[in-house]
DNA sequence: TTGAAAGCGCTAACAG
DNA sequence: CTGTTAGCGCTTTCAA
């Protein structure tokens, strides 16, 4: 609850003009240095910082940036957060995190409740489903730029950044391909959010490429229910016998695991498996794990810095803008020949 | 930036006054229906919502707490504030995060710039290091309550969510030596904070039971630095010859196994291996991770309805106040008898 | 360089 | 049930 000491009673204290020990707070260069040092010293030994609702209120800003994901545990949206939350703060800015559990409503409800000034801007990974984005209109309107990081929605023009999916994805299942694959399952998340769509259309293409049939029964589109999605890649194993696996996010491939486990089944000789991960420790995994790595930390920085430069009137808002960074491709046991 | 449109601006667009208008988006009851029904859906044609700022002003609160943490990454922190955040959200309130990267410094830094308002309450795992924690006084003056949740300040009368580590240490030491470790080193953190010495008065008090020497050789107190905890693991290994590790947080034990690896010693046959951690893949690791398991998602819950409990008047701030949820002991092969 | 005064947009008595 | 009014604590002209 707010500091009990106002400025006006520290300008009392002072024998001072609260507009005076207001200045001495900002960087007003109308002010006698030595009576700011005098204030400042008062200040600190009374205990009093400036309130931050009323200077925003006057000021009409927050410093403050929110990050919405649809997750939050593994370590890419860990090592991303990380990176946002770093230039944030070198920018003195606070950061607000929210996470969606991939529910679009629950997105757009923490929308509208960042739209009364609390951010002056937003960094986001859609949560997907549906494909009214009515609700960042909001964000527009009331003049809070968003940048897109990873999954983002290809209808709402902004900025973002994102990983060469397309590109990694067909690599990856080349590489598959490469060591023998012959039925290759992809296991999507939402096919309403880009990466959903572009990491398999990269599948897709390696596949078409290889003259390799694409096979509708070998694409699983999973849910959020990791039971749920258990079952289903059982069931698609079972039934299928896919001599490979391309997850395209990790803890589809994690479930594939534990899967083949059950079944018996030995990776890479029974199955092969590659997935998008930033696991670091995917080489002490049994079998050590083949994976797309995408650079989180830097996505993060980058996605801060593209909203950094647009809150500074650097850029502009509200223009399409996607840059791409490269992942990285790490080949290890679980998928290799044998 | 703020919504352009005022609470003035509405009410003039309806014929009502300001104060009828504020109604409406409060609780009061002392609204027609009808008419707040009315203005609610005028409010959203015209896209309006109450600036934040003003209303904090006013009611002197900011429906926001604070996370503040050494680290980020490891599964543990991601479950805690997936529960702190969850159970802020149920409340209605919002979350900033920080990260400190383990510097008792930057924490304070932190701490002062929460004291102006900007949160109603503070949730922590401490940074450790020095054990001057006057800074934490601030809190207390601005009435911020704090309630740590993992990583305490035994100094600091607060409440604390933590785990019943000295049991939990102790109990897997003496699983290591029931396995027939006789040199058992234990890799600390920080042995300012409360876990750094909590947990390794578990391991001293399996030794002693056990008769083993407690040989100081082989308690490796570590850094922050990934590369320098690798080396000083691996002179330990190579000088001390252990026969078991234990490892009081999970990145010590992953740089274990990658010094193992490179030593070229198996585990658990020429060194067993045990280690805190919340990884949900412990089992799938090559041997599989005999892990100490806290409940973080669960502490992340506690934490934060404690947090409420005191900011709703339910429970009185400044009283110190533990309490300790029950880890998970999970013996697996890197801890096994050969 | 400092002070006086007018709000920022909203809430909460109080009166009607 | 609705309106009037007096601030919340600060910033920022404008005048001194």
Redesign the interface.
Known sequence: ????ITIVELAAALGLSKSTVSRAFRDSEDINPKTREKILQKANEL?F??????S??RG???H?IAIIIPE??N?FF??A??GI?WVA?NNGY??????TDHSAEKEADII??L????V?GVIMSGSGEGNNHEYLK?LQ????PLVFFDRYYEDVPTACITGNDFESSYQATKHLITNGAKRIAYLAVNKDVSIGKIRMEGYKKALEEAKLPINEQLILDTSNDVHVNYQDIKTLIQIQHPDAIFASVERLA?ST??VARELHLTIPNDLKLICFSCL??AD?????LSVVKQPAYEMGIQATSQLFDILCGRKPDGIRNLLFLDSELIFQHSSRKV
Chains 1, 2 share one sequence.
């Not at 739209?115 to 609390?118: A, E, F, I, M, Q």
């Not at 309107?141 to 809070?144: Q, R």
């Not at 002490?284 to 050590?288: A, E, G, R, T, W």
């Open positions: 609850m707010a500091n009990n205990g910082s400036p309130n931050l609702y009323a925003n209120l009409n800003k927050s403050t939050f545990g370590k860990s090592q957060i990380k939350e703060r606070h950061v607000l995190i929210y996470v509208r409740t739209v009364n000034g609390r002056d909001l309107n009331n003049k809070v994690m695991i534990r670091d420790i002490m995994l049994q079998p050590s």
